[in-house]
């Protein structure tokens, strides 16, 4: 018997910013799963910043989306079907066949869902991989230390916010989120608890930083790249420590700019530049789980979700996300 579902498929690579002709919606029959899968009907999808490097050809450390094939991305759903022992209709499970209503996903690429005590998004989001990877980056890529001054960019984001509190937590003194618009800032500072926030929708960024971190930073987690990088290299000091996770500034670029101008500055301070995936610190998953759960259950960990209604949608989700239209995790309903 089929199943009939709708996909979000690759259209053709864009050139640039990504637009309609991106994308296309197709109908497709899925059948019965077989001995070593389940269907599940997707109620949660996600849309994240890498999925642009993904539209590309280019070699990454991930494969590039085929022309003419689904798209995929983190989703949260429930099984309807079983071919395999290891679920049961009715189990809710995490996966990577987002971009679609429903799915058929190898048992062994599904993880059950505990939502007894969370919402099941939030296994897309702060519980998620954007979590893991805010803590990762300040556990492991640029550890904090006790009495660090610690600057996010990005920090309205679903990384930037969780990395800011974490960052708390972990011993920083001051914590500085740099975020795009008076409201956002407004929103890092007062409802993430950061210490004060800059604009970088305002220009002069390395002024803007001396007025909040006068004698320096010791970490940055940077989400941007470009000129935020730029400015916060210059703020760095002695020993001070980047993590560079994402580089949203420059994804939909078709020149690459240069890049920052000031790399002489690690050799005054001896700082470090350090790239992070976070599939290099699964071992951290345990630990951050039993952590986040802890903060979550006792109201001092906060997270914000934007949400987008439909399938149809997520090509404008996805898209508004590049234009840093969202406040916390980007996600894409798609049942009622």
């Known amino acids: 018997m089929g199943h009939v ?54 070699r990454s450390y991930v494969a590039p989306y085929q022309v003419g094939a689904p798209l995929e991305g983190g989703a949260v759903g429930v099984v309807c079907k079983c071919g395999s022992g290891r679920f049961d209709p009715g189990d809710v499970v995490l996966h990577g066949l987002g971009w679609r209503d429903m799915a058929l996903v190898r048992h062994d690429a599904a993880q059950r869902l505990d939502i007894s005590r969370v919402p099941e998004q939030a296994y897309l989001g702060i519980l998620g991989m954007p979590g893991l ?25 679903a990384v930037g916010s969780a990395a800011g509190q974490f960052a708390r937590k972990l011993g920083a003194a001051r914590v500085i989120g740099s975020a795009g618009g008076p409201e956002k800032c407004i929103h890092v500072v007062e409802e993430l608890g950061f210490d004060a926030a800059i604009d970088y929708r305002q220009g002069e960024l390395e002024d803007q930083l001396h007025d909040v971190a006068a004698d320096g930073i010791d970490v940055y987690f940077d989400n941007v790249g470009g000129e935020q990088l730029e400015a916060a290299i210059g703020a760095l000091r002695v020993h001070g420590r980047i993590a560079i996770c994402g580089a949203i500034s420059q994804y939909n670029a078709t020149r690459l700019p240069p890049g920052p101008r000031n790399l002489f500055r690690l050799i005054q301070t001896r700082g470090t530049i350090r790239g992070m995936l976070v599939s290099d610190h699964a071992h951290l998953k345990r630990r951050f789980f039993e952590q986040a759960g802890r903060w979550l259950a006792d109201g001092s960990l906060r997270y914000h979700e934007t949400v987008v209604e439909g399938l149809e949608n997520a090509p404008r989700a996805f898209c508004d996300l590049l234009a840093g239209a969202n406040t916390g995790k980007m996600l894409v309903r798609l049942v009622d």
């Open 5 to 58: 579902s709708r996909e979000i498929h690759l259209a053709q690579r864009p050139h640039g910013v990504p637009d309609a002709d991106t994308f296309a919606l197709e109908e497709v029959q899925l059948p019965d799963p077989g001995p070593d899968e389940i269907l599940v009907r997707n109620h949660w999808m996600s849309v994240d910043p890498y999925m642009r490097g993904r539209m590309s050809g280019a």
């Open 133 to 157: 990877t805010a803590y990762a980056g300040l556990v492991e890529v640029a550890p904090v230390r006790a009495g660090d001054v610690v600057l996010i960019s990005a920090a309205a984001g």
